[in-house]
């Protein structure tokens, strides 16, 4: 019987434990053994493993975060890292890895694949930058809970005449900011992919005013040029000159939790399942993600050195639609 280890590594997103239930009930209908192991890269390098089966993953396809637990592990970069790991491997008597993660845990899993270890990857990541993927396992739940953020504000910003600065997570793509701040209605959006200065984000708040609007909000990814704290200090400093205040809230890891949404459940179980599918085919070496509107394989090489950048166009959409 073959053995498939199971980790989930990095930021937790909602939608890994429909990811890990899949892949265990998948896996045991091939007639193979499963075994999870704790807390990523770390917990393998540790020889933290369990068997699974299917009534051990059973009621947590709604669950947030990750049952096996997760972690990131800076030495996998290195080779005595990746020795160690591989090591636990040949112990535990695993024949393939199957890794639900973001750019760095598929990084990882670039790593040990290049050594000859089978390993697929699956896209999960609230940044949802990973090339191969449309849209990541937890990316849609996240712009979810920001937009309830961002509604609720609203409501406050428009009875007080005020305008408010959102930041959202993301690292250094765009995403989440700008699918929040469109579904949002926000009035503008900063995103790292377009650089726009704080002298210009006033113009357009006042803009706001000028065209009678009660309220701003200004959606911005905490990897922009200027972030939150950059563009609060830019407003205080000069906020005699410019006539009106920016009120933050920053969402931070709240966007990571909550139960996740149908379709984050949906291609979950779809990628967790193609991960055995694939192994059983004698593929490996590939990140699995949810693109064209099915689930398809993208090289782990390409998948980690290409760069996913949000489409452009949107951010057009929305200026055109804060008028």
């Not at 990857?121 to 940044?127: E, H, K, N, R, V």
């Not at 400093?237 to 920016?246: K, T």
Request: charged residues 20%; aromatic residues 4%.
């Amino acid at each position: 019987m073959k053995r498939v280890a199971v980790l989930t590594s990095g930021g937790d997103a909602a939608g890994m434990n429909a990811a890990i239930r899949a892949v265990v009930r998948a896996g045991v209908a091939h007639g193979w053994a499963v075994v999870g192991i704790r807390d990523g890269y770390a917990g393998l390098c540790r020889g933290e493993a369990l068997h699974l089966g299917p009534r051990d993953v059973g009621g947590i396809i709604d669950r947030g975060g990750t049952i096996l637990g997760t972690s990131r592990y800076e030495e996998l970069k290195t080779h005595l890292g990746q020795e160690e790991a591989i090591r636990s491997l040949r112990a535990l008597e695993i024949d393939a890895l199957v890794v639900i993660g973001g750019n760095g845990s598929q990084r990882g899993a670039h790593s040990l694949s290049k050594r000859g270890v089978h390993v697929i990857g699956i896209a999960s990541t609230i940044d949802n930058d990973l090339p191969g993927a449309d849209v990541s396992i937890g990316a849609t739940t996240a712009v979810g809970i920001a937009l309830e953020s961002i509604d609720r504000l609203r409501v406050t910003a428009s009875s007080h005449n005020r305008a408010f600065l959102i930041e959202v997570m993301g690292r250094d793509c765009g995403y989440l900011a700008l699918m929040a701040g469109i579904a949002g209605g926000a009035e503008a959006i900063l995103i790292p992919e377009v650089e726009l200065k704080p002298e210009e984000l006033a113009g357009e708040i006042r803009r706001c005013y000028d065209r009678n609007k009660r309220h701003a909000i200004v959606v911005v990814a905490e990897g922009a040029a200027y972030n939150a704290d950059a563009v609060s200090r830019y407003f205080h400093e000069h906020h005699e000159r410019l006539g009106f205040e920016l009120r933050v809230t920053k969402l931070g890891h709240v966007q990571r939790g909550g139960t996740p949404c149908a379709f984050d459940r949906i291609i979950a179980s779809q990628l967790g399942a193609a991960a055995i599918d694939q192994l059983q085919a004698g593929v490996h070496g590939v990140l699995l993600g949810f693109r064209n509107g099915g689930i398809l394989p993208l090289a782990l090489e390409a998948a980690v050195e290409q760069v996913k950048t949000p489409d452009l166009r949107l951010l057009r959409l929305a200026a055109t639609l804060a008028q």
